[in-house]
């Protein structure tokens, strides 16, 4: 069969992602992977999941294993209550709708709302794979600018009213890729936009409990709550996976009650629903009080892994690599400013041992080619001296290739 | 926020199934089910699933909590390549892709095959969550008929060529919900036809191995295996839910290599992977050789139901409800020969305290009024005993309130 006498339009249409592209690389143990977005396997709690996935197979079997509500487990989503409640967030079990992974959440609202050239707004940068599940419902897309204080929202009062715009997509704290948290004065201003306009926000918050320096940021959600008739307007979703594990695959969804249906009966035809079993190892384990210590843990660690990475990227490249503001989550993001090229970069990156995602794939449109995302949480700290090293040698050697050139 | 403000058109289109709002009416438990298409709960191996899963926890904790492939894990493929050979599937780990159930499998192949408005070939009755899996992704339908033998391929021989028919959707064996196998010699029909018109087959398999009595038919996947170039255009899905627990939701498809490559990108896009957890748990589950003995004890109890029931209904109904030949599987299909239209002896149904499926819910087109779908697996032989006089019950009392009106 041909590739090209079959696939939809909208399938084909679905650009591979360069970091999928890179995972072959990163399977040689020589490789120090700066690229990918994976939690540190090391600071698992696999001992409290076993116990919690010990409790829920003999105090639930049937609910383990059994088909569900597609809305998701019950024991789940009254735990998940409790969670966002301590986020500051008043959620009721029937707003939440469970997911696989806040992956699936993008692709249902994207599904939910989105005709073929409906128009979403985007930070630029944004999330990848955010770009592709809104692609995917076929989405075009409006971009606001990112600063050190997230997405640049003043821009979306310079648009014209548009009823294609449906939706507003943001990474509001800690974003991937950009690392920065949007400023209160900012979430405010885009609920008001939002609720005027009658377009739906998506609070992406993977990432909020990883806190290493400054104060919480009240989210969107909970600025919507305090604002008549906003809160119709706002969606957050959340997830396990940078919290407990992301071969859970366990996120949610928070939503209004006309979309809590509208995404209900579309998840239904899309996977009926997710892994009970996952959904009730996740209950026991929100359940069990190890959260907290853990994120304590996972908060501590990987603090000081960004600590250490800003000190060393400082130390390596100086002036010539400019780094945005953030005070946790999972990535820096960095803009060369002596004309290095990161993609051009990553070719002599990975000859060093070295691998990092370029910027470019993080924009819907206008790529900047200057641009760099960094993880910092899965090497060791030992590791990322290794690979900052090992950048910095690619640079020196790129930079004198690209001298001897001109 | 008005439902009607927003929602996509897809979205807004999508049925609420029928099943879905019977579900309240299944929560109290002196309403006998004959509704649902559950697994018997009591004959789940909760000890061997317990092992498992603190196997696979020891053994490969890392693989049960971090981000996995897209694909699968290789655990799990490399255990579904065994599970498949003894079904006479020669497949390869390449071949998998793992989803989230076999509702997954569906919606994966229908966003990569169709374009609005495309057309898929489904039998009368069909599944149900089929249709709604394959109107999200804009299809419309072309129906051929179902007899004891299964759908009729025939009627695809008098269609027209027509481009826009892309995709062939089959319940093989047992279907869900008509009960029938299709037979050997229609289903090399259906694959001569397909190759002729480079039309793509998914072969929906969750029910094959439950058989209750008869000979196994060889699945289209094998036929096309043996058919130069017919291999192309088929691809097999299947999953845990019927032979281990629906809960795990671990599904898989297996397709020709340019669809692998298209549905991978696509499930990225969806949900990045199904759990890992679930996966290694179905993994080592397979692994340890429990399931041949397990699907044994479901078979011979499942057998026993099912002619438990269709004797009942015999005796209950006589020549007033035609029933379809089945050799296995979870449903029996019926047909009112006396005028009893199945939507309004649901509402006697439930006074009397059973429910069921009116046949209507699984039709692309032109439904019929007199069917019923009634599900034998998840009630025990005494339930069905009583299931099956409450319904003989209300459609006395619904026959004589139809004569009394006329």
Redesign the interface.
């Given at each position: 069969?041909?590739?090209a006498?079959?696939?939809?339009?909208?399938?084909?249409a679905?650009r591979?992602?360069d970091v999928?592209s890179l995972?072959r690389y990163a399977k040689d143990p020589a490789m120090v992977s700066l690229a990918?977005g994976?939690?540190s396997?090391e600071l698992?709690d696999?001992e409290g999941?076993?116990q919690a996935?010990?409790h829920a197979?003999k105090q639930s079997?049937?609910?383990?294993?059994?088909?569900?509500?597609?809305e998701g487990q019950a024991a789940l989503r009254h735990a998940l209550v409790g969670l966002l409640e301590k986020r500051g967030i008043h959620a009721t079990v029937d707003s939440i709708v469970v997911?696989?992974?806040s992956?699936?959440a993008l692709?249902l609202i994207a599904?939910?709302?989105?005709?073929?050239g409906?128009t979403v707004v985007v930070e630029r940068p944004t999330y990848l794979?955010a770009l592709?599940?809104l692609?995917?419902?076929g989405a075009t897309y409006a971009c606001i600018d990112v600063d050190d204080e997230g997405g640049q929202v003043e821009q979306l009062l310079a648009l014209a009213p548009d009823p294609r715009i449906?939706l507003v997509y943001v990474v509001s704290t800690f974003s991937n890729p950009s690392g920065t948290t949007m400023s209160r004065a900012r979430r405010e201003v885009l609920v008001r936009w939002a609720m005027k306009h009658?377009v739906?926000i998506l609070e992406d918050d993977p990432y909020g409990e990883l806190r290493a320096a400054g104060e919480r940021v009240e989210s969107i959600y909970s600025i919507a709550a305090s604002i008549p008739g906003a809160s119709?307007?706002v969606c957050y979703t959340s997830t396990l996976?940078k919290i407990i594990?992301?071969?859970?695959?366990?996120g949610w969804l928070v939503m209004?009650p006309?979309?809590v249906?509208?995404v209900a009966?579309?998840k239904?035809?899309?996977?009926?629903?997710?892994?009970?079993?996952?959904q009730?190892?996740g209950a026991a384990y929100l359940e069990s009080g190890r959260l907290p210590g853990h994120i304590e843990r996972v908060r501590t660690e990987y603090g000081k892994r960004q600590v250490t990475m800003r000190g060393l990227l400082e130390e390596a490249f100086g002036s010539k690599l400019k780094l945005r503001h953030s005070e946790g989550g999972m990535f820096l993001w960095g803009e060369f400013t002596d004309g290095t090229n990161t993609r051009d970069l990553l070719q002599h990156a990975l000859e060093q041992g070295v691998m990092f995602v370029p910027g470019d794939v993080f924009y819907a449109a206008d790529p900047q080619g200057n641009a760099i995302r960094l993880n910092f949480t899965s090497a060791s700290v030992e590791r990322l001296e290794l690979g900052v090293a090992r950048l910095q040698q690619a640079h020196r050697l790129f930079a004198s290739l690209t001298k001897a050139a001109a």
């Open positions: 069969m041909k590739a006498l079959i696939g939809s339009r909208r399938a084909l679905v591979s992602s999928r995972l990918g994976l939690p396997p698992f696999i999941i076993a996935t010990e197979l079997p049937v609910e383990c294993l059994q088909y569900g509500m597609t997911t696989t992974g992956q699936q692709d599904r939910a709302l989105l005709d073929e409906d794979a592709q599940a692609s995917l419902a449906k009658q739906v119709d307007w996976s594990a992301p071969g859970l695959r366990v209004p006309a979309l249906e509208l009966r579309i239904q035809a899309m996977d009926l629903h997710s892994s009970s079993f996952a009730q190892v």
